[in-house]
């Protein structure tokens, strides 16, 4: 199989571990015979630095052309913290998804038996949590009309959505449910707002044609807390954007760190995969951020190609490495390794699926030979 895969490393610890996704990419097209052409392009604030605009015309025609998007991460502290700068480095991002029409982001949250001491939920609640969150990603308050008065006193951000751009993202995570647990949370604020009774509605009205799968409605004050106190309830969940990006970051905590999660925005002709966090400036540089959110990013890239085997080669190599204690300094600030050498030690695991040079007495300890 042949992709054009369009990179766009971004910001901070973006190039960094985009280029570990890339070895881990070439390995498994090595191994399972295929050709990923990859072209980068800025974005964030190294394309206002080098172009002075946040998104190029030639990064939207680039990503436009190709089969996927990787993007690492965007945003800088010169330009996020200064009121005063009108152009920013997320602006490229906000219109970079509008211009694909990127209207799902699908954030699954798995938890990693060895990594449950690092969430702040107790273990016993973590175990069987797996539940992915489909988040509608170009529409609400995001991108309704902004307005502010003359006088700088009064502002307010409309929050719009037409039915199809509900039910385009419904489809999907019912679909998603029917492969899973065949349950689906809807959550919304409809005893306050129209917006989530038009939701509600739509939902009720798609969900008929999935009568296997169960649909549960819930506040989104009450749901913050069930991630909290009962997150194994959860399967699919289906939300709005702005409670889709609060809730997904809130998620992020039973992980134990931010640095693991993937997340793909889907369109009807375009994807793009990026980790779940930002672009982290102060490890910018040291080799020391952790890849595996970009990494798996790459295996959810694979699973959209229909490369299920491909994926799971990836899954399967970063699991090994965290399970013998092969981690990033978020996750064991004693025994760490650096970003450049967990990406070797996942790309080789799919070249041979084991690297041959360990000791695998001292790997029991986290101290591989071969580093
Ligand atoms: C995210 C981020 C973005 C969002 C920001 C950077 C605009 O928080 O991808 O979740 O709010 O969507
Ligand atoms: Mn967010």
């Known amino acids: 199989m042949i992709k054009n ?23 498994v097209a090595l191994k399972f015979h295929h050709q990923f052409n990859f072209t980068e392009c800025l974005m964030g604030a190294v394309a ?42 997320l602006d490229g991002l906000l219109r970079l998804r509008k211009e694909l029409q990127l209207f799902a982001n699908i954030r699954p949250l798995t938890t990693y038996k060895s990594l449950h001491h690092l969430s702040p939920i107790k273990d016993n609640q973590l175990n069987g949590v797996d539940f992915v969150i489909y988040r509608e990603l170009t529409g609400g308050i995001y991108f309704g009309k902004k307005e502010m008065n003359e006088e700088g006193t009064q502002a307010s951000d409309l929050c719009i959505y037409q039915k199809f751009e509900i039910e385009r993202i419904a489809k999907l995570a019912f679909a998603a449910a029917q492969k899973r647990r065949n349950k689906l949370t809807l959550i919304d604020k409809a005893n306050v707002l129209i917006t989530s009774s038009l939701w509600r ?46 809730l997904s970051d809130e998620a992020t905590a039973l992980s134990g760190s931010l640095g693991l999660l993937p997340s793909s925005s889907i369109g009807e002709k375009n994807a ?44 399967d190599a970063v699991e090994w490495t965290l399970a013998h204690g092969f981690v990033t300094k978020d996750i064991d600030s004693i025994n760490s390794y650096f970003t450049s ?31």
């Open 272 to 315: 793009l995969f990026e980790p779940i966090h930002g672009s982290y400036p102060q490890a910018a540089g040291k080799d020391i951020a952790n890849p595996i959110g970009s990494i798996l990013s790459g295996a959810l890239m694979m699973e959209h190609f229909g490369l299920f085997e491909e994926a799971k080669s990836i899954k």
């Open 48 to 89: 206002i630095d080098n172009a002075g605009d946040p998104l190029p015309q030639n990064t939207i025609d680039t990503c436009l052309k190709s089969d996927a998007v990787l993007l690492g991460a965007i945003g800088h502290p010169k330009y996020d913290n200064d009121s005063n700068i009108t152009v920013r480095p």
């Open 201 to 246: 509605k739509t939902v009720q009205e798609i969900a008929i044609g999935y009568p296997e799968v169960k649909v549960d409605y819930l506040y989104v004050d009450n749901a913050a807390k069930q991630l909290i106190i009962n997150p194994k309830q959860f399967d699919v969940i289906l939300t709005e954007n702005m409670f889709g990006d609060i």
């Open 341 to 371: 050498t967990i990406g070797e030690l996942i790309s080789d695991y799919i070249s041979n699926d084991m690297p041959q040079n360990l000791n695998t007495i001292n790997m029991a300890f986290g101290q591989a030979t071969i580093i």
């Open 5 to 27: 895969i369009a990179v766009i490393p971004g910001d901070g610890i973006g190039p960094e571990v985009t280029r570990e996704t890339i070895k881990v990419l070439n390995a």
